[in-house]
């Protein structure tokens, strides 16, 4: 897979994983503290888009000892700045799989994106039921919002 952040050097590239089979690179990861580990979030958030993949899990539990470094780059993801727009499985597989497992104070810096899913979601969001997830996180931290009809962001303007 491709690195998400071109600025990353040779001896950062070279820890991260090569395939998705790659779960040793994940094992040698988890020495590494909190500094070395973050310019190379973005990239391990790649592999968590399918969750299926074999290295998707043991890449989810090293984020979630990190989520003070997690928080920012799956923000991005949950605003389409990061990867394909729209990606209803990656939003969906970083919410129930880091983000409901955060603390209280993490989940409430993405406070703004989850509002935003549960009640204006995407056609990808819908397909993959994230509204319903950032609707349970938020009943957890007792946000209330305006729900609405959870029109969809990308639906076509009713014309008469």
């Excluded at 003070?68 to 727009?85: Q, T, Y």
């Amino acid at each position: 897979m491709a690195s998400q952040d071109n600025n990353l050097l040779p001896p950062q590239l070279a820890l991260l994983p090569k395939s998705k089979m790659d779960t040793e690179a994940i094992e040698q990861m988890s020495h590494l503290d909190a500094r070395t580990l973050e310019p190379l979030i973005p990239d391990l958030l790649v592999w968590i888009q399918d969750a299926n993949w074999p290295i998707a899990w043991p890449i989810v539990e090293l984020l979630r000892k990190h989520p003070s470094i997690v928080v920012g780059p799956v923000r991005k993801i949950l605003r389409d700045e990061a990867g394909e727009k729209d990606d209803g499985e990656w939003k969906h597989n970083c919410l129930t799989s880091l983000v409901a497992d955060m603390d209280k104070e993490h989940k409430l810096t993405l406070k703004e994106e989850l509002v935003r899913m549960a009640s204006l979601s995407t056609k990808g969001e819908k397909e993959w039921e994230t509204a319903d997830t950032a609707k349970e996180i938020l009943e957890e931290l007792g946000v209330t919002f305006e729900a609405g009809d959870n029109a969809s962001r990308d639906a076509e303007p009713e014309t008469k």
